[in-house]
């Protein structure tokens, strides 16, 4: 892999330190994009293990994962233009030292709360970070050579979702130092440090900013309420009893997001843009993510609390139990990118889910079959096969979505899906969460994932239902 070209290869812009260094920069790039891959893996395996040690309610587990999630989903769909605004490398940086920082004060949390809060840090520099990357890649590879710098994306985020419940199962059991469940955060801090040395010696300076950029303060400030006041009764409510005003935040928050509405009506730089709701096939696409993702993540958390606290595993044998999801992720997403995405179109998303489907179906009648002397052999294929579904549906997913868009809303766009990835994983750990917690005491642990199992099936039933409204292929003309 070389960083240097000779002078007339180089071209003249403003980013010719970046193209110079180009594979570095991707370097730092696909390091950001694992760090925040592998903070949601870990912190889902060490849930339990956080609970036991620092105390808190069962909601606990919830907002450890939900934190991260919500706070990121909302700072991406504003740090995008904030980017255009103050300098994408700036931001970068910001980002990479702040969580850096946040997963240090992870580590060193004395109380869920506090803990919690750190997350929540994490969520907001991670959502600095994230966006600028893609930016930077594009404006440090010439228009020749860009495809080749989004080949390695697939296979190393592949490979990061099969090592991070393994690796998050190993720190647990190797308790380094006496650290315990702390260390699946403290991992970051010697790459985060490498990685913002890598970003202040390697990324492209004085690239263009948008002069024209805006942020819009009011519809930032609704959104994050909307979203915080949604969030909060679904993880918190059945803790507390379900009390009046729970209901109180959940109506509160409907109504913000009806002022966030009408507020991007009217504003002359919308926090979304407005054309975007206007695209069927978009519309679909959002729809397609909130039902997919909702399901996904929701069920992920509950199939670990079940085998952690139903089944008695450790957290390194349900992270190599979860290894089977992973890897069939991995070879799922690597045969949809490279062909059967560009030769079905659509049509692979439907396949993915029907497979999906069946592996869910398979991990229903494999607990139902074995109750709770099932082992992680015995869940094994339900997972694999699970996983291959989710990974060939991950790969062309984006991209089929987008096809529909003008060049002008791309980035909006691409902020925006990512933003509802994020938002609706979030809700998926406080719903199908706080239904698992529901259910248990009255019905126990094979009955709460059954019924889980019929709410997520229902989900990924839209989730098909709605393929049929998205272009039929990445690249499509545009239908608008």
């Known amino acids: 892999m070389t960083t240097t070209l000779s002078a007339e290869a180089v071209p003249l812009h403003s980013a010719e330190h970046g193209y110079r260094y180009r594979w570095l920069v991707l370097a730092v790039v696909l390091i950001a994009d694992v760090m925040d891959l592998l903070d949601s893996t870990v912190a889902n395996i060490a849930g339990p293990s956080i609970r036991r040690s620092i105390g808190g309610s069962e909601s606990t587990l919830q907002w450890v ?6 706070t990121f989903a909302v700072g991406l769909i504003t740090s995008a233009r904030a980017g255009d605004l103050f300098g994408r490398r ?3 940086l910001i980002g990479m030292i702040g969580f850096t920082v946040a997963s240090l004060l992870c580590g060193l949390a004395p109380s869920a709360g506090l803990l919690i809060a750190a997350r929540v840090a994490q969520g907001l520099f991670g959502a600095v970070m994230i966006p600028q990357g893609l930016a930077m890649v594009k404006a440090s590879f010439s228009e020749a050579d860009i495809q080749k710098a989004f080949i390695p994306f697939g296979p190393v985020m592949g490979l990061a979702a099969v ?4 690796l998050a199962g ?3 059991k190797a308790d380094l130092f006496g650290s315990g469940w702390r260390s699946i955060f403290w991992i970051n801090l010697p790459v985060g440090v490498v990685a913002s040395y890598l970003s202040l010696k390697y990324l492209p300076r004085n690239l263009e900013r948008d002069k024209a950029a805006r942020l819009d303060p009011v519809g930032t400030v609704l959104l994050t309420a909307a979203s915080a006041l949604l969030i909060y009764p679904l993880v918190q409510g059945h803790v507390e009893g379900w009390p009046g005003w729970m209901f109180g935040m959940l109506a509160a928050s409907a109504v913000l997001f009806g002022a966030f509405v009408v507020s991007e009506r009217r504003s002359a730089h919308p926090v979304i843009e407005a054309s975007l709701f206007a ?3 978009f519309v679909g696409g959002i729809v397609f993510l909130g039902t997919f993702f909702t399901a996904m993540s929701g069920f992920m958390l509950t199939i670990n609390l ?3 606290y139903g089944l008695h595993f450790t957290p390194m044998h349900t992270g190599i139990a979860m290894s089977p999801w992973a ?3 991995a070879i799922g997403a690597g045969a949809s990118g490279a062909v059967l995405g560009e030769k079905f179109g659509r049509r692979v998303l439907h396949g993915g889910l029907l497979v999906l489907g069946a592996g869910v179906a398979t991990t229903w ?4 079959h074995s109750g709770m002397a099932i082992g992680g052999w015995g869940l094994a294929p339900g997972f694999i096969i699970m996983g291959l579904g989710t990974g060939v549906i991950f790969a062309p997913l984006f991209d089929i979505i987008l096809a529909s868009l003008a060049d002008s809303e791309l980035g909006s766009g691409s902020g925006l899906l990512n933003a509802v990835q994020q938002f609706c994983g979030a809700l998926g750990v406080a719903v199908l969460g706080t239904i698992f917690f529901q259910v248990l005491p009255d019905k126990g642990f094979v009955d709460s994932i059954r019924e889980l199992v019929l709410i997520g099936l229902g989900c990924y039933a839209v989730s098909f239902l709605v393929v049929f409204l998205l272009p039929m292929r990445a690249g499509a003309e545009l239908t608008h």
Do not use: C, D, E
């Not at 090592?163 to 393994?166: K, N």
């Open 306 to 308: 079940f085998m952690q």
């Open 327 to 329: 890897l069939g992720m």
């Open 163 to 166: 090592l991070g419940p393994i």
């Open 279 to 281: 695209n069927r096939s």
């Open 170 to 172: 190993f720190l647990l």
């Open 65 to 70: 994962l939900a934190a991260y999630t919500l």
């Open 365 to 368: 009648w494999s607990i139902g």
């Open 90 to 92: 700036r931001l970068f």
